[in-house]
């Protein structure tokens, strides 16, 4: 049960960052840049914290 929320940390974190840089290219006018660099960094931030959890959890 102390893994419940980390698929939905993992999902959230990802969306969070692809709507960032979605509205970034909107705003800069730069249309697939900064949505891919979001993606990226959202799916690092992602990773590194569900190994941090699982790490925990040993």
Known sequence: MAMAGAGFEFVSSIILFVLGGYY???????EPLWLLIGFFLGFSFAFY?????AKENE
């Open 24 to 30: 970034l290219d909107e705003y800069l006018q730069s």
């Open 49 to 53: 914290s569900l190994i941090k959890r």
